[in-house]
C-alpha cells in the first residue's frame, strides 16, 4: 500500500509500561506500530513512557529526540509542552501495546478530515482505550484517559467520532499467550479486507481461506515472503509440465497442482503483510513468476492436448493465445500502467474490469475441465479471451476518457 496524502504527520505513542515489547509473529507490538506508522507518512513519531526498554527495538527507525523517559504521569503535561506539535494538523495519538493492520490505520486517517477528535476503539476494552486522531487541543486531555483508560474518563468520548477498524482492530495486548494468539488471529483476518476488491469468489471463499490457514503458521517459522513464492512458483512449473504430456491422469495432476500454486500465491503476500517484510523486490518477483507460470500452464495444456491427439492445430491455438497475451500486455500498459492515480479514480469500471478478468478463479475451471476431458474448452476459450478482453479494456478506457473530456 502507498503513503497516502493526508494533513497527519506527527504520532505520539504512550508506554505506560513495557506490554509494547510483546511479540506479534515474532516482531513487537511497539516495532510493528513505528513500522506502520512510517508507512503511512506520518513524519514525526514521539515515544513517552518506560522507553529504556524500547530503544534498542526501534531506535535505527527512530530519532533520539523521539524518545521522551516518563514514569510519572503526573508530569504528563510537562513532557509534552516539550515536544514539538503541529498547531493545525491532526495527531495520531496510540499506545505501544496496541495490534494493528495497515488497512485500518489508513481508514483512520483517510477518514480524519478537518481538526476533530476521531476514536477507533480498542476490540473488548471498556472505557477510552482505543487509537485516536486528535486535534493538538486535545492531546493533553486524551493521554491522561489513554495513559490509564479508565471508565470514568468517558467524557473525551463525547465529542468523538468513531471509526470502525477491521476483523475487531484495534486490539490492546496484555501479558499472555492466549491474548498474543488472539491479536494474530485478528490480524490474519483483517487480511480479506486488503485483497477482497480484486479477488474473485473462488478467491475469496476458497483460496483466501486456505491461504490463512497456512501464513498464520508459516509466519512464525523462518521461510521468508519470497521463498515462498519460489516453492509456488516450482509447484505452478510442475504442474504446467504435468499438463503436457498425454493422458487423463497427467492433466488433472497438472491441473490440481495449478490450484495449490493459485493458492500459495496467497500465501507470500499475506506472510509479508503479517510480518512487514512486504518489498518492492517481493512485488516483482511474484508478479514475474505469476506470469511465467501462466503462460506455462496455458503451454502445457496446448502440447498436452498435441500429445494426445498428434492434431497440430493446438500448437496453432498456443500461437494464437500468445499474440492475444502479447496483445492484453500493450492494451493494460497503456490504459492501466501509464495513467496516473487520479485519473484512474476516475475510471472505476476500467479498474472493475481489470479486477475481474484478472483474477485467477479460472484456475477451478481447469481442474473441472480436467476431470471431464474436455481441456480443449478451456485453451479455445482462452485465445479468444485474451483478444476480446484487450478490446474491451481498449474500449473502456476511450469511453472514459471521452467522458471525463465532457
Not at 467524557?155 to 498474543?180: F, M
Not at 493446438?314 to 495513467?339: D, E, H
Request: proline share 4%; glycine share 8%; aromatic share 10%.
Amino acid at each position: 500500500m502507498e503513503k497516502i496524502q493526508h494533513r497527519v504527520k506527527t504520532a505520539v505513542i504512550l508506554a505506560p509500561d513495557e506490554k509494547g515489547l510483546l511479540p506479534i509473529f515474532g516482531i513487537s507490538s511497539i516495532r510493528r506500530l513505528v513500522m506502520l506508522i512510517l508507512r503511512i507518512g506520518v513524519q514525526r513519531i514521539y515515544v513517552i513512557g518506560h522507553v529504556n526498554p524500547l530503544r534498542p527495538i526501534i531506535s535505527e527507525l527512530l530519532s533520539p529526540d523521539s524518545f521522551h523517559a516518563l514514569e510519572d504521569p503526573k508530569l504528563l503535561d510537562q513532557v509534552l509542552n516539550s515536544l514539538t506539535l503541529p498547531g493545525e494538523e491532526n495527531v495520531l495519538v496510540l499506545r505501544a501495546n496496541h495490534v494493528i493492520d495497515q488497512y485500518s490505520l489508513t481508514r483512520l486517517i483517510e477518514v480524519g478530515k478537518g481538526l476533530n477528535l476521531y476514536f477507533m476503539e480498542a476490540t473488548g476494552k471498556r472505557g477510552t482505550d482505543g487509537i485516536y486522531l486528535s486535534s493538538p487541543a486535545d492531546i493533553p486531555s486524551l493521554t491522561h484517559a489513554l495513559w490509564s483508560p479508565d471508565p470514568s474518563r468517558l467524557e473525551i468520548l463525547g465529542k468523538a467520532q468513531y471509526v470502525q477498524g477491521a476483523s475487531g482492530l484495534p486490539y490492546s495486548i496484555d501479558r499472555g499467550e492466549d491474548q498474543r494468539e488472539i491479536s494474530e488471529g485478528k490480524l490474519v483476518a483483517a487480511l480479506a479486507f486488503q485483497t477482497s476488491e480484486r479477488d474473485g469468489f473462488f478467491a475469496r471463499h476458497l483460496d483466501r481461506r486456505l491461504s490463512r490457514l497456512l501464513s498464520r503458521r508459516l509466519a512464525h517459522t523462518r521461510v521468508t515472503p519470497n521463498q515462498i513464492t519460489l516453492f509456488g512458483a516450482a509447484v505452478g512449473l510442475i504442474g504446467a509440465f504435468f499438463l503436457s504430456r498425454p493422458g487423463y491422469w497427467s492433466h488433472l495432476i497438472g491441473s490440481l497442482l495449478f490450484l495449490f500454486f493459485v493458492v500459495m500465491d496467497g500465501v507470500d503476500g499475506e506472510v509479508s503483510r503479517l510480518r512487514l517484510q512486504d518489498t518492492q523486490f517481493g512485488y516483482y518477483l511474484d508478479m514475474i513468476t505469476d506470469n511465467i507460470v501462466n503462460v506455462a500452464i496455458f503451454s502445457g495444456i496446448a502440447f498436452g492436448l498435441y500429445h494426445d491427439t498428434a492434431d497440430g492445430m493446438y500448437l496453432k491455438v498456443l500461437l494464437f493465445l500468445i499474440g492475444g497475451f502479447g496483445l492484453c500486455a500493450i492494451s493494460v500498459y497503456y490504459n492501466i500502467l501509464t495513467r496516473s492515480e487520479e485519473e484512474l479514480k476516475h475510471s472505476p469500471k476500467v479498474k472493475r474490469f481489470m479486477t475481474l478478468l484478472t483474477n485467477s478463479d479460472f484456475a477451478y475451471l481447469i481442474v473441472v475441465l480436467a476431470l471431464i476431458g474436455r481441456l480443449q474448452w478451456f485453451l479455445f476459450g482462452a485465445a479468444a479471451g485474451t483478444y476480446l478482453f484487450a478490446a474491451i479494456l481498449w474500449a473502456l478506457s476511450l469511453y472514459q476518457k471521452r467522458a471525463i473530456s465532457r
